[in-house]
């Protein structure tokens, strides 16, 4: 069965190999019955089956994005498509330019969660591809954070789940992972207005007490709390012996 709600980040450093990927990513789609999107800047080739849009077409780069509008554009884009007979959308998109400096990598990565949510849900498939030569590692390793799929070497995933299930955070989480994790969140805006975080982690494998301070310190900064709902013992035990406040552990559902 093809799964229609798929959405991949991925990095390369090759512009040959990522035409590969990006024309298997193509070639799925068109026998799965979807209508598919390929959108890149002006120096790119079409592909055969797909669309060629240009990034001006499907974003506006002259504007910081607006995260719920350009939501809105591919949810737009996807009934379309339904209403034309194909079975979903899918788009693979050269993101690099909508990134080139910190406002902008703010708002697009608030973009990556908010449209993750959608596509949770709809039957729209993403593959959002990032160029290793432009961007620094750690930015591209906060933006592969935020998806379900990636090819980087990222450990964990923070990802807005389908309507109630809040943020589902899986992988693993120690001290390697700790500053990115920490940018993803806000970057997602986790807790905006003191709402309180619930991280929906049954698929949690580990995390480490460096973590669940940095959780404390998050929750504090945004006067708000956070709910680890996971299956993790370790977890339990090392709120109570470090007295954290702010962060609960509670068993997954």
Not at 49 to 73: K, S
Not at 192 to 198: N, Q, T, W
């Amino acid at each position: 069965m093809v799964d229609r709600h798929r959405h991949v980040c991925w990095a390369y450093d090759d512009p040959v190999g990522f035409t590969v990927r990006a024309k298997e990513w193509i070639a799925e789609g068109i026998a799965a019955g979807d209508r598919v999107w390929f959108v890149a800047d002006e120096g790119a080739k079409p592909i055969e089956g797909a669309r060629l849009v240009r990034i001006a077409e499907a974003y506006d780069q002259e504007r910081i994005i607006d995260p719920p509008a350009q939501v809105r554009a591919y949810a737009a884009a996807t009934e379309q498509a339904l209403a034309d007979g194909y079975a979903g959308f899918r788009v693979v998109a050269q993101v690099t330019p909508l990134i080139r400096d910190a406002v902008r990598l703010e708002a697009f990565a608030r973009y990556e969660y908010l449209v993750e949510q959608y596509m949770s849900t709809a039957p729209m498939s993403a593959l959002c591809a990032y160029d290793r030569r432009e961007l620094d590692g750690q930015v591209v390793a906060e933006l592969a954070g935020l998806h379900p799929e990636t090819n980087v070497g990222v450990l964990f995933s923070l990802r807005a789940g389908a309507d109630g299930e809040g943020v589902v955070l899986s992988g693993e989480l120690d001290q390697s992972n700790r500053a990115v994790l920490g940018a993803a969140m806000r970057r997602a805006d986790l807790g905006a207005d003191g709402e309180e975080i619930v991280l929906n982690a049954a698929g949690l494998r580990f995390v480490d007490h460096r973590t669940l301070l940095d959780l404390e310190d998050y929750a504090r900064e945004r006067h708000t709390r956070v709910v680890l709902r996971t299956g993790l013992i370790s977890a339990v035990k090392l709120v109570e012996l470090l007295g954290l406040r702010r962060v609960r552990v509670e068993p997954a559902r």
